[in-house]
């Protein structure tokens, strides 16, 4: 990941000084991709599909506004209900 000169590997200088090397952009990729994925995962985890569908059938509103309340409220349908009753 270096240029052979035992330094990071500069893509850009800019007129203030700072630079970007690509060491430090690619480990912040890494970085973000990872918090992204654990967040997507959670997610995913959280949301029952059968607490989307009784909130859909019941309240009647789209598939989307349910999974948000779901989401919002940690997967907790009682919270999610009462956060969309009183909306």
Do not use: C, W
Not at 51 to 60: A, K, P, Q, T, Y
């Amino acid at each position: 990941m270096n240029n052979g000169r035992g330094e990071a590997e500069v893509l850009a200088t800019f007129g203030d000084g700072y630079q970007y090397s690509k060491t430090k952009l690619e480990e912040s990729l890494r970085q973000v991709m990872a918090l992204k994925l654990a967040k997507s995962t959670k997610d995913a985890a959280v949301v029952k599909r059968e607490d989307v569908d009784l909130i859909v059938n019941e309240l009647g509103i789209p598939r989307s506004h349910a999974e948000k309340a779901l989401s919002e409220s940690g997967g907790d349908l009682e919270k999610a209900l009462r956060a969309l009753v009183t909306s």
